[in-house]
């Protein structure tokens, strides 16, 4: 009978497989503050999902074709949430994988 412990080939060879089949994430943080723009920013969080509306402008008179709303889907919404969420969901896996010797990308701004 062959064994079936898994030899350090093996366990490679499915750590490069799962990291291969790891799609780009797109994450956001949102802070909103006192002075939030509520009227035209819709947050969901649990869809990942940002609405935006903007009036089109009366000045520019009866023909207007500005385009009043826009939608942006996000893998994930993280509102309000301490650093160390925004690390644990955003960065540690990433992390651990480079500590190993893997490649990874974290891109961040704002």
């Given at each position: ?20 089949k790891?799609p ?5 943080r ?10 035209n920013?819709k947050?969901?969080?649990?869809s990942?999902r ?6 089109k ?21 993280l ?5 160390e969420?925004?690390?644990d ?9 480079c500590?190993?010797?893997y ?8």
């Amino acid at each position: 009978k062959k064994s079936k412990t898994s030899s350090p080939y093996s366990k490679l060879k499915s750590h490069l497989y799962q990291m291969v089949k790891a799609p780009i994430k797109v994450i956001i943080r949102t802070r909103p503050t006192t002075n939030f723009a509520g009227k035209n920013l819709k947050i969901d969080e649990q869809s990942g999902r940002v609405d935006v509306n903007i009036p089109k402008s009366e000045a520019q008179g009866f023909v207007n074709h500005q385009q009043e709303n826009w939608s942006f889907k996000f893998d994930k919404i993280l509102q309000n949430v301490p650093q160390e969420v925004v690390f644990d969901i955003t960065a540690k896996d990433i992390l651990a994988n480079c500590l190993e010797g893997y490649s990874g990308t974290i891109f961040c701004y704002g």
